[in-house]
């Protein structure tokens, strides 16, 4: 597991404050939560109780039951308010009570809520208490809980996601490995906790494609689905349409003739997909070139989810039919290296967040993204609050990065309207000995090799 360890510290630092408080506590499934929490509660008097998908009542019985059993007491008056009134640290100290996936509760039960508010209060325990609530259903959180909590969603003094981790959180968990090696699983399980944690390291990455995702007991091979199936029902329209983007038909009218669904109904199962974060729509960098800017693109956003939809999914019957090694040399290694370019840009523009973060760029930085040209693509266009630019070109597949390389990124600036101080030039593999001796001439360009990532 990885150690969210700033997240551990923020909880310590709630916990040490004055006062009773509520803390929501919320990350996608897969975030290893559970195990952050059990490490957070180490030594802590605390309670700590799983919600299930159940009816109300049967809800009720089951946290009683784990009250009853941890304090050794009897309940008899079938209310939350009598749960909590019953659980107790044993001394001074504070108590953590945790109530994980509450939103299975707070979904039926509004009495739970009005109850967790007088434990914050010292209505019901008089001792100093720290209450975490948790869950994993982000969108509910996000775009749901507000309404169905109402004016008690004030009493939730402090609220911390657990975003997926980092390209250089990643680079930390394997550090017996080369940057060009982490990039590459970075492309296939993107920061997901759970998934970081089980990828073997002390494997290669074929290896760990065929055993994890291609084999039919791997722990990824029904991920895609099941993790779309948390959230959303009718998977046949849904798998339809991330099939279509996954071969790069990106635009409402190009997913409409291929799929045969109305516009009105890939336009609500789009913006389900994207309340989940499994796609998102690709938004060009705003520069004076918007004449020549492609609009209305989609994307897969969940790094697993794409490389499922890309490699494995049109493939189905072959999966089942060869061995995972003979799929993975028919059907994925051909294309992985250029697949990679998209997460290569993202790896490019996090390194360029963190040297603008420690004041390393030639401007401060307020803006970032990608222009995406009808003819042409900006890989990295970064802009400071008076618009001064730079912009970064980054290579993955092609064996060499050369100055013609540079003359075409040129002509796509021009399209673009761009005309930056500086062109940062990022390569997974060589600088051509032309380009570096341009380099040395024209100081706009800055050649970064990976290593130095």
Same mark, same amino acid.
């Given at each position: 597991?990885?150690?969210?360890?700033?997240?551990?510290?923020?909880?310590?630092?709630?916990?040490?404050?004055?006062?009773?408080?509520?803390?929501?506590?919320?990350?996608?499934?897969?975030?290893?939560?559970?195990?952050?929490?059990?490490?957070?509660?180490?030594?802590?008097?605390?309670?700590?109780?799983?919600?299930?998908?159940?009816?109300?009542?049967? &809800?009720?019985?089951?946290?009683?039951?784990?009250?009853?059993?941890?304090?050794? @007491?009897?309940?008899?008056?079938?209310?939350?308010?009598?749960?909590?009134?019953?659980?107790?640290?044993?001394?001074?100290?504070?108590?953590?009570?945790?109530?994980?996936?509450? &939103?299975?509760?707070?979904?039926?039960?509004?009495?739970?809520?009005?109850?967790?508010?007088?434990?914050?209060?010292?209505?019901?325990?008089?001792?100093?208490?720290?209450?975490?609530?948790?869950?994993?259903?982000?969108? #509910?959180?996000? &775009?749901?809980?507000?309404?169905?909590?109402?004016?008690?969603?004030?009493?939730?003094?402090?609220?911390?996601?657990?975003?997926?981790?980092?390209?250089?959180?990643? @680079?930390?968990?394997?550090?017996?490995?080369?940057?060009?090696?982490?990039?590459?699983?970075?492309?296939?399980?993107?920061?997901?906790?759970?998934?970081?944690?089980? #990828?073997?390291?002390?494997?290669?990455?074929?290896?760990?494609?065929?055993?994890?995702?291609?084999?039919?007991?791997? #722990?990824?091979?029904?991920?895609?689905?099941?993790?779309?199936?948390?959230?959303?029902?009718? $998977?046949?329209?849904?798998?339809?349409? =991330?099939?279509?983007?996954?071969?790069?038909?990106?635009?409402?009218?190009?997913?409409?003739?291929?799929?045969?669904?109305?516009?009105?109904?890939?336009?609500?199962?789009?913006?389900?997909?994207?309340?989940?974060?499994? +796609?998102?729509?690709?938004?060009?960098?705003?520069?004076?070139?918007?004449?020549?800017?492609?609009?209305?693109?989609?994307?897969?956003?969940?790094?697993?989810?794409?490389?499922?939809?890309?490699?494995?999914?049109?493939?189905?019957?072959?999966?089942?039919?060869?061995?995972?090694?003979?799929?993975?040399?028919?059907? +994925?290694?051909?294309?992985?290296?250029?697949?990679?370019?998209?997460?290569?840009?993202?790896?490019?523009?996090?390194?360029?967040?963190?040297?603008?973060? @420690?004041?390393?760029?030639?401007?401060?930085?307020?803006? =970032?993204?990608?222009?995406?040209?009808?003819?042409?693509?900006?890989?990295? %266009?970064?802009?400071?609050?008076?618009?001064?630019?730079? %912009?970064?070109?980054?290579?993955?597949?092609?064996?060499?990065?050369?100055?013609?390389?540079?003359?075409?990124?040129?002509?796509?600036?021009?399209?673009?309207?761009?005309?930056?101080?500086?062109?940062?030039?990022?390569?997974?593999?060589?600088?051509?000995?032309?380009? $570096?001796?341009?380099? &040395?001439?024209?100081?706009?360009? +800055?050649?970064?090799?990976?290593?130095?990532?």
């Amino acid at each position: 597991m990885i150690v969210r360890a700033a997240q551990i510290r923020s909880l310590n630092e709630n916990y040490e404050a004055q006062g009773n408080s509520i803390v929501l506590l919320y990350g996608r499934d897969g975030c290893e939560k559970e195990g952050m929490l059990r490490i957070y509660l180490k030594d802590k008097k605390h309670f700590y109780y799983r919600a299930r998908q159940a009816s109300g009542p049967e &809800q009720y019985r089951q946290m009683a039951a784990e009250v009853e059993a941890a304090y050794d @007491v009897k309940l008899q008056k079938g209310t939350y308010n009598e749960i909590f009134n019953r659980v107790k640290s044993g001394d001074t100290t504070k108590l953590v009570v945790v109530i994980d996936e509450f &939103q299975y509760i707070v979904k039926k039960d509004p009495e739970f809520m009005d109850a967790i508010i007088k434990l914050k209060d010292k209505k019901l325990y008089p001792g100093p208490v720290q209450i975490i609530l948790a869950g994993s259903d982000v969108a #509910w959180v996000e &775009q749901e809980m507000g309404d169905c909590l109402g004016e008690r969603v004030k009493k939730i003094k402090e609220t911390m996601k657990l975003t997926d981790l980092s390209f250089l959180d990643l @680079v930390r968990a394997y550090p017996s490995l080369s940057v060009a090696e982490v990039v590459r699983i970075y492309g296939v399980i993107g920061g997901v906790s759970s998934y970081v944690s089980r #990828w073997n390291p002390k494997m290669d990455f074929k290896t760990n494609i065929c055993r994890n995702v291609l084999s039919t007991y791997g #722990w990824l091979h029904h991920e895609a689905e099941r993790y779309i199936s948390l959230r959303l029902r009718e $998977l046949a329209v849904y798998e339809t349409i =991330l099939t279509a983007i996954a071969a790069g038909n990106r635009k409402l009218n190009d997913l409409y003739h291929l799929t045969g669904f109305s516009r009105a109904k890939i336009s609500v199962y789009l913006r389900n997909l994207m309340e989940i974060d499994v +796609i998102e729509k690709a938004d060009s960098f705003e520069t004076g070139g918007a004449r020549n800017t492609q609009k209305g693109l989609y994307q897969i956003r969940d790094h697993f989810i794409n490389f499922w939809f890309r490699f494995v999914y049109p493939h189905l019957s072959d999966l089942y039919m060869l061995k995972p090694e003979e799929f993975y040399d028919r059907y +994925i290694a051909p294309d992985i290296e250029e697949y990679m370019n998209r997460y290569f840009v993202q790896v490019c523009m996090e390194y360029m967040e963190l040297m603008n973060r @420690v004041d390393k760029l030639p401007i401060k930085v307020t803006k =970032l993204g990608t222009w995406i040209g009808k003819q042409g693509t900006v890989d990295i %266009v970064a802009q400071d609050a008076v618009r001064n630019t730079i %912009v970064g070109s980054c290579n993955w597949s092609k064996p060499m990065m050369t100055a013609a390389d540079v003359a075409g990124l040129a002509q796509t600036l021009k399209k673009a309207r761009l005309a930056p101080k500086h062109i940062f030039l990022f390569t997974a593999t060589e600088f051509a000995p032309e380009l $570096l001796a341009l380099a &040395q001439q024209d100081e706009r360009f +800055i050649p970064i090799d990976m290593k130095e990532l």
